[in-house]
């Protein structure tokens, strides 16, 4: 018996062939997303071209709303000749629907296509993303143009703010940057597609109150953005609402994070939205802002020097005591993998197991010398103590681990199956860094 699912844009009809008999079904009601990938050559600006796979022919792909609590139906019509898996990145969704195979989603096979049902919450600033190994092979995987940011709107929505600004940061042309093929970089770097001075600028008028919803979609890398005259108020990380809302000059993101911030257009001018680092915004990591009847060249202000912390953000309150308390340990390993969790390499790591339905704290051990960007599938965590210092009410999916630190963090066990936990840095998830957290009780 064979079984193939051919679908539209508009809508979907399934057909089944058993023993040379075709049974017909009624129609598939037409999906509320459909989410095509495929190969397309992105005009990056500049003369500078990448070809990738994308979501729908596009870079970064289309800007997703849904609504918190209204169930959808989404149809990933895979258009390659490889497996392919999306993950919705942030989302609280069973694991058969998160985009993890080894949460048990199935992959969408080559010259095939799947359906996707769940209710997205959290409300927040979410992003969907190929989800599959690469190892050495840096045309795969989130290397890719396979991003989009998703946004889950709450059902009433009183906006705070004049005008909303999607920034998602990539880079392009990876390459190995060192003999052992340890150590990758690249040549190319963008914002929404394109290259600093390419593309359209962010264009704002004197008093409004942007929001940025930034998002680093990076393989690999840690960015560091400022606004040359301004400063962010931090109003969101990962999408969850901070508990002080801290005015800095400079945001740190790793592989996966995301930050909202206001900020209030009081410096008219046409000035830089970019890397603070030099070689990477020379080579793309920018976008200009544009205030209403301003010219001339696009200027960058080197920011201050300003040290990022989470606790900045968070509160003093005291933490309840947990149901349970779980160490995971990061080590390096040299038998082919090069990490593990509590002595082990993926796929032999053991799963880490939680109280259902209380308070449990995950301690992650970094013995290693490498900052790591942890990222758990399916929940959101508090963090309690980062690096030594006592905090609360900064709620994430994806937290950087100093090297040589500890940081704790506080999940509730409300959403019972297996959930990925990995190193947000694909070449550290691909070579070891990743186990599944299960429930019990």
């Known amino acids: 018996m064979t079984r193939r699912e051919l679908l539209s844009l508009t809508g979907s009809l399934l057909t089944t062939a058993a023993l040379g008999r075709a049974d017909s079904v009624a129609p598939l009601a037409p999906a509320d997303f459909t989410i095509r990938i495929n190969e397309t050559s992105v005009d990056l600006g500049d003369g500078k071209t990448a070809k990738t796979m994308s979501y729908n022919g596009q870079v970064p792909g289309p800007l997703l709303r849904m609504t918190e609590g209204r169930k959808i139906a ?30 048990g989603t199935p992959m969408v096979q080559g010259r095939d296509t799947r359906r996707f049902s769940f209710t997205p919450n959290p409300t927040g600033t979410r992003w969907y993303h190929a989800h599959a190994m690469a190892g050495h092979n840096l045309t795969k995987g989130s290397y890719t143009g396979q991003f989009g940011m998703l946004i889950v709107e709450p059902r009433e929505n009183p906006a705070r703010y004049d005008l909303e ?49 930034i998002l680093n979609s990076s393989a690999t890398q840690n960015h560091r ?60 990591a920018g976008i200009v802002v544009e205030y209403a009847g301003a010219t001339g060249r696009p200027q960058w202000v080197k920011p201050a020097k300003f040290v990022w912390d989470y606790t900045a953000f968070g509160g003093n309150a005291a933490s309840p005591e947990p149901a ?23 796929p032999k790591t053991d799963p880490f197991f939680v ?24 929940h959101t965590f508090e963090i309690t103590k980062y690096a030594g210092k006592s905090t609360s009410g900064v709620f994430k999916d994806v937290v950087m681990v100093p090297a040589k630190s500890v940081v704790e963090v506080d999940l509730i066990a409300d959403a019972p199956g297996p959930s990925l936990f990995h190193c947000h840095q694909q070449f550290h998830m691909d070579f070891g860094f990743m186990g599944l957290m299960q429930y019990k009780g």
């Open 324 to 346: 349970s308390t779980v160490p995971l340990v990061f080590e390096p390993r040299y038998d082919g993998n090069l990490w593990a969790i509590n002595g082990k390499s993926w």
């Open 165 to 213: 600004v999607p920034i998602l940061l990539h880079e392009w042309d990876p390459f190995f940057s060192s003999d052992m093929r340890m150590d990758v970089d690249y040549k190319t770097f963008s914002i929404n597609g394109k290259v600093l001075g390419a593309g359209e600028p962010v264009r704002v008028k004197s008093a409004q109150r942007v929001l940025f919803r």
């Open 225 to 284: 953005l400022a606004l040359s005259g301004h400063r962010f108020q931090v109003v969101a990380m990962d999408g969850n609402p901070v508990t002080r809302q801290v005015k800095v000059p400079v945001l740190e993101m790793a592989p996966g994070e995301r930050i909202d911030a206001i900020v209030e257009m009081n410096a008219p001018g046409v000035w830089v939205l970019g890397e603070e680092d030099d070689k990477q915004r020379k080579a793309g």
């Open 355 to 378: 109280v259902k339905g209380a308070r449990n704290r995950l301690v992650f051990d970094n013995r290693t010398e490498m900052s790591h960007p942890v990222h758990l599938h399916r």
């Open 74 to 103: 989404v149809d990933i019509i895979n258009e390659t000749r490889e497996p392919e898996m999306v993950h919705w990145h942030g989302l609280h969704i069973p694991p058969e629907v998160d985009g993890a195979m080894e949460e």
